[in-house]
């Protein structure tokens, strides 16, 4: 069978859980989108067992990028799905492919949890804090997600973003930590 969207994909799940929510979302979102590769920078191989482990019986590629769109090292992603391997709860090939998935969605225009195809916000910080829980911890402040990381890479490379020592008082405040809705 070949799903053409979200739904299509959920009647392949094998288990149920944050993750395989996770991939579902951000390949269903895909297909509608009509988005190549799915996950970016996932080889096909690697895309094929992600299929056969999370979704048995469903026929469907990763897809070979646009040749008009962004070159790889133009945009966060690398640096992102980095930024994930590293706080992954075990060194697991499934993990590997959230953190591809997740990443994919992050370079989208719209909030995390959104742009991965999930119900809620609240569902999105359940995923980080059960597959990437050192991440959820640094996250105390409940910060937006996608804000949070580029925070973080931002301060793997020593480059400070922030335009006050302390959220409270910054202009940004807002922007950082306003409702995801
Ligand atoms: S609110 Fe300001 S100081 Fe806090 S993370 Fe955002 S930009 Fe940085």
Redo the contacts with the bound molecule.
């Keep these: 069978m070949k799903p053409r969207n979200i739904q299509d994909l959920l009647t392949h799940v094998r288990q149920p859980g944050t993750l395989s929510a996770a991939l579902t979302g951000v390949i269903g979102s895909g297909l509608a989108a009509g988005r190549r590769p799915l996950i970016r920078q996932l080889s096909e191989a690697r895309f094929q067992k992600l299929m056969n482990e999370f979704f048995p019986g469903c026929e469907l590629t990763n897809g070979e990028g646009n040749p008009g769109l962004r070159p790889t090292g133009s945009d966060e992603f690398d640096d992102l799905v980095t930024l994930l391997l590293d706080h992954r709860a075990e060194p697991s090939e499934a993990l590997a492919w959230l953190a591809f998935a997740m990443a994919t969605a992050a370079m989208g225009e719209n909030h995390l949890w959104q742009d991965m195809g999930l119900e809620s916000r609240n569902l999105l910080s359940a995923l980080i804090g059960e597959h990437f829980p050192q991440l959820h911890a640094l996250n105390s402040?409940n910060?937006k997600w996608k804000?949070?990381f580029y925070?973080q890479l931002c301060e793997r490379a020593g480059v400070p973003?922030?335009?006050?020592?302390?959220?409270?008082?910054?202009?940004?405040?807002?922007?950082?930590?306003g409702p995801e809705s």
């Design positions: 402040a910060m804000k949070f925070r973003i922030c335009k006050a020592p302390h959220c409270r008082e910054c202009c940004d405040y807002a922007a950082c930590f």
